[in-house]
């Protein structure tokens, strides 16, 4: 009976129409962004083989006087979540899907970004996990993050900026990032078009730790028989709170 009930507390998401709670989402999110958020397809939940959230067309609408009527368009996002970590209180995600996202990202002419969000005016402020901590008389424990994979798939970023003209795009993106924590390190890699240049790239960062060296390295490759620009970089800061400096020794060469 045991046995029963924990497979039917598993299999239930599958059956539940999550569609039912757009309403409540996209209200949600106008509350904390100040920004309309329209869901044009499904929202699907599942817990087997693990959980997984995925929304199929999303777009959450542009400041005002952009040159886009969309900050982000999304055929579909997919996240998914390993099960035993969460049961531990540890948050690790497997992987986070982006199909064919646009994201425009600019300076308007009154020198505004368009990703400078404010919430409504008769919204209620949402405390900060300090001040959560603190209301609830309990200390503060940071969540444990670990994102296996953030996958992009076909994916566009537009830059734009109306005072000086300039507009920059990047087509055809298809990247895997990796995120081991919240301190790194962190590794990215992929094929982009670039002002009309197929180009391949490969990032790796070291760990994050107060007043030590970071790692880096980068190489940007173009199409075959064609040129490679590779760094190997490490970076300290100079001052608390500063960004510090780097030194790198770059390295070109034909394929």
Do not use: C
Not at 191 to 200: D, E, H, K, N, Y
Request: glycine share 8%.
């Amino acid at each position: 009976m045991v046995v029963g009930i924990v497979a039917a507390l598993l299999i239930a998401p599958s059956f539940i129409d999550w569609n039912q709670y757009k309403g409540e989402i996209t209200a949600q999110a106008k509350a904390f962004t100040g920004r309309d958020l329209a869901i044009d397809g499904d929202l699907k939940a599942t817990i087997l083989p693990a959980p997984a959230v995925v929304v199929e067309g999303l777009r959450l609408a542009n400041a005002d006087g952009a040159g886009a009527a969309d900050m982000v368009q999304l055929k579909s996002v997919e996240v998914r979540v390993a099960l035993s970590p969460l049961l531990g209180g540890r948050v690790q995600v497997e992987s986070v899907t982006l199909v064919d996202p646009v994201i425009e990202i600019e300076k308007l002419a009154d020198g505004r970004w368009n990703f400078e969000l404010a919430t409504e005016p008769d919204a209620a402020p949402v405390p900060s996990a300090p001040e959560a901590a603190a209301e609830s008389g309990t200390a503060e424990s940071p969540v444990a993050l670990q994102l296996d994979r953030l996958l992009i798939e076909n994916g566009v970023f537009v830059y734009r900026d109306a005072a000086a003209g300039v507009e920059e795009r990047i087509d055809d993106l298809d990247a895997r990032f990796a995120v081991a924590s919240l301190e790194g390190p962190f590794e990215a890699e992929g094929t982009l078009t670039a002002r009309g240049i197929p180009l391949r790239f490969d990032i790796a960062v070291g760990k994050i730790i107060e007043w030590r060296t970071m790692p880096f390295k980068t190489a940007i490759s173009t199409e075959r028989g064609a040129s490679r620009l590779a760094a190997r970089s490490a970076a300290w800061p100079t001052s608390p709170g500063s960004m510090g400096s780097s030194r790198s020794k770059p390295t070109t060469w034909p394929d």
